[in-house]
T-cell receptor
Framework: KQEVTQIPAALSVPEGENLVLNCSFTDSAIYNLQWFRQDPGKGLTSLLLIQSSQREQTSGRLNASLDKSSGRSTLYIAASQPGDSATYLCAVLQGGSEKLVFGKGTKLTVNP | GAGVSQSPRYKVAKRGQDVALRCDPISGHVSLFWYQQALGQGPEFLTYFQNEAQLDKSGLPSDRFFAERPEGSVSTLKIQRTQQEDSAVYLC?????????????FGSGTQLSVL
């Protein structure tokens, strides 16, 4: 059974700092990996989607990498801003399935 | 519509009551998903529709949970005889085709509290 783990559970940084969020998964037979952002009381917003054949994806100040063989992904946020404060969730899509398996998330606080 | 819409936003039920949660996906989206998110946890898959066909209901926790999408657009998640452990946020998501690798669009969820 696929398990997704996110470390750390919470992170607090000063504004302007670069930071890395980690995600690991137990079964490397994934179709893709996605990073989502969740604001309090809101649904999830898709940030980046990496197909299993890709190594990384970039969007603005965000960069996500995928090492399928080792079961790891990282989300790099450059020059963090208070507006980046949210919970970041990692999810994997198993091959042959339509169901995403999520981690518990990392709660990020960026202090002005 | 502009996004995935869910109603009600909040629902308080007494234990044993039946509840119905509604999801309006983005117009034209073929695939629709329901997820359950307990406090402090990541969302967990409940069920998946492609048009009106329910292709996967393996995540429904018990036979008290039932989902339908009779005309391939709006979906309803029904929970019978609610229990305290059903308290969670229920998230609906849709995608254009649902062939894996597609971006999912989530609604804001329905927060269910069972007293």
């Amino acid at each position: 059974k696929q398990e997704v783990t996110q470390i750390p559970a919470a992170l607090s940084v000063p504004e302007g700092e670069n930071l890395v969020l980690n995600c690991s998964f137990t079964d490397s037979a994934i179709y893709n990996l996605q990073w989502f952002r969740q604001d309090p009381g809101k649904g999830l917003t898709s940030l980046l989607l990496i197909q299993s054949s890709q190594r990384e994806q970039t969007s603005g100040r965000l960069n996500a990498s995928l090492d399928k063989s080792s079961g790891r992904s990282t989300l790099y946020i450059a020059a963090s801003q208070p507006g980046d404060s949210a919970t970041y969730l990692c999810a994997v899509l198993q091959g042959g399935s339509e169901k995403l398996v999520f981690g518990k998330g990392t709660k990020l606080t960026v202090n002005p | 519509g502009a996004g995935v819409s869910q109603s009600p936003r909040y629902k308080v039920a007494k234990r044993g009551q039946d509840v119905a949660l509604r999801c309006d996906p983005i117009s034209g989206h073929v695939s629709l998903f329901w997820y359950q998110q307990a406090l402090g946890q990541g969302p967990e898959f409940l069920t998946y529709f492609q048009n009106e066909a329910q292709l996967d209901k393996s995540g429904l926790p018990s036979d008290r949970f039932f989902a339908e999408r009779p005309e391939g657009s709006v979906s309803t998640l029904k929970i019978q005889r609610t229990q305290q452990e059903d308290s969670a946020v229920y998230l609906c998501a849709s995608s254009l085709q649902g062939r894996g690798g597609e971006k999912l669009f989530f609604g804001s969820g329905t927060q269910l509290s069972v007293l």
